[in-house]
């Protein structure tokens, strides 16, 4: 079996999905502080401020603030080597754009990855989750704005030169991609801390802000390497394999262009240059985007080491017809599988497609890989004696394992780790719920916000525990 000593079998979370004390410790407001919870049929909103009588999911979320220490401990006693989290940035400058950061902020993260320390966990550390100081968005408009680029490395800076010594691996901005579903909202926002206009270009809109992070990713990247040049420095993308419905031409022209429009964001944070496609898309548009020599430049200089990526599912379309120029718009063009079940969200379960997506991703980038995230979605039930059972997600995951080996073993993948999402249950970015569980650990509270946030293990915790003592093999 293939999987090299040292795989870092561990856990993926992020900081405004779990943390809570969302104003603690000097820590400002993030666009997550003010986005309230939704379900599968109401979706979350963005409300600028905190409006009383709404439910926002984060502020306490499942108090990973005052509680990381015996959460550490049960990911220990799971086997962890690493943990990946996130650092919030209002936490570390709580407007953003301040000169100094909050020492106070800086200290709970020198805490949490000592904690990590002490039991034999890395720290996998992404910067930029899915969150941004609201004072960003609201005196900037989030990532329209070119000095963004300018706080988010300082941020990065600081980061660095703290943790130089405790986190070896980085990554920039998580699922910098999902933005590809323009015409949503929370991608947007989500993404680039954008709120778009009535009748706004959302398409172009995102070219631009995700130009200014693409470059915002580079230099950072650049200040990484002076500060400790054994940093392992990545992106994060959110791969769901596009397949074409048919073997019709049209469809297979489809679904490549669609595969374009989602991972050009890769092709420059890998290549340092725009892919052909992209610039050819942005003259048929008439896009004329801030892009300035010394930006592309700054591309260069910022390549990654390796790329990290969610997997959960993939997508399949199918050519429409009078669309001429296979223009690629997520929220009208993908269609149902119907070789693949769904989950209770409506997300295709599609194990083949991790082992596809590794293959996809070495041969066109040819670098190390790292699964950062990859679970299951499920509504668990607690029986009268607590005990949890979930061999649902056992079977969603053993599965993709077994693809992710194959990759491994028959197809030469280089792959340095795989971190399921949510080991511990957290709030879910798209919906706000806590009844979306992911976790290896059960947290007690519910859509509702009742509950005594105790934890208990569930079946799938033993499981995981001996297929990380396994190294992969006992499944
Ligand atoms: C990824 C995100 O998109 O998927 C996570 O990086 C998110 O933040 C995860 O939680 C699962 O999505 P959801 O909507 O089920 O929480």
Do not use: T
């Given at each position: 079996m293939a999987l090299k000593d040292g795989f870092l079998w561990g856990g993926a979370v992020a900081a405004h999905q779990l943390?809570?004390?969302?104003?603690?410790g000097g820590k400002g407001l993030s666009t997550m502080d003010v986005t309230t919870s939704g379900d599968q049929t109401h979706k979350r909103r963005f409300t600028r401020e905190i409006l009383p009588g709404e439910n926002y999911p984060n502020h306490e979320a499942i108090d990973f603030y005052h509680r990381y220490e015996d959460d550490i401990a049960l990911m220990a006693e799971m086997g962890f080597k690493c943990f990946r989290t996130s650092i919030a940035w209002s936490r570390i400058f709580p407007n953003g754009d301040e000169a100094e950061p909050?020492?106070?902020g800086l200290r709970f993260y020198d805490r949490l990855f000592d904690c990590c320390l002490e039991h034999g966990i890395q720290p996998v550390v992404t910067l930029s989750h899915f969150e941004i100081p609201l004072h960003l968005v609201n005196e900037y408009g989030g990532w329209r704005d070119r000095r963004l680029i300018g706080f988010f490395v300082r941020f990065a800076t600081v980061c660095f030169e703290r943790y130089r010594d405790k986190v070896t691996y980085w990554m920039t901005f998580n699922e910098i991609n999902n933005q590809a579903n323009y015409m949503e909202d929370y991608a947007l926002l989500a993404d680039s801390g954008i709120v778009a206009e009535p009748g706004e270009d959302r398409e172009r809109t995102m070219f631009q802000a995700a130009h200014y992070e693409l470059v915002a990713?580079?230099?950072?990247i650049e200040a990484g390497r002076k500060i400790n040049?054994?940093?392992?420095l990545g992106c994060m993308i959110a791969m769901c394999p596009v397949y074409p419905l048919t073997c019709k031409p049209e469809d297979i022209l489809m679904a490549h262009k669609a595969m374009e429009r989602r991972y050009y964001y890769a092709d420059v944070h890998v290549n340092g240059v725009y892919p052909a496609n992209t610039l050819a898309l942005w003259r048929r548009r008439g896009f004329d985007l801030d892009v300035t020599d010394e930006d592309l430049a700054q591309l260069a200089r910022g390549c990654v080491d390796y790329i990290g990526f969610s997997y959960y599912m993939s997508f399949a379309i199918e050519h429409k017809q009078g669309n001429v120029h296979y223009d690629y718009r997520e929220d009208t063009?993908?269609?149902?599988?119907p070789n693949l079940k769904r989950s209770d969200w409506g997300w295709a379960?599609?194990?083949?497609?991790?082992?596809y997506a590794l293959n996809w991703f070495t041969d066109k980038y040819a670098l190390p890989l790292f699964i950062v995230e990859n679970g299951f979605g499920a509504y668990d039930k607690v029986e009268a004696d607590g005990s949890i059972h979930d061999p649902y997600r056992v079977d969603y995951l053993r599965a993709h394992i077994e693809q992710m080996k194959l990759a491994v073993?028959?197809?030469?993948v280089d792959l340095m780790g795989y971190t399921p999402w949510g080991c511990i249950d957290l709030v879910s970015a798209g919906t706000?719920?806590?009844?979306?569980r992911y976790g290896f650990i059960y947290v007690d509270k519910n859509d509702a916000g009742e509950g005594a946030l105790e934890r208990s293990r569930k079946d799938s915790f033993a499981w995981y525990q001996r297929v990380i003592a396994s190294n992969g093999e006992e499944l």
């Open positions: 943390e809570g004390g969302y104003d603690q909050n020492e106070e990713s580079a230099a950072a040049p054994a940093f392992r063009d993908l269609v149902p599988n379960i599609d194990p083949i497609g991790l082992r073993d028959e197809d030469g706000g719920q806590m009844d979306k």
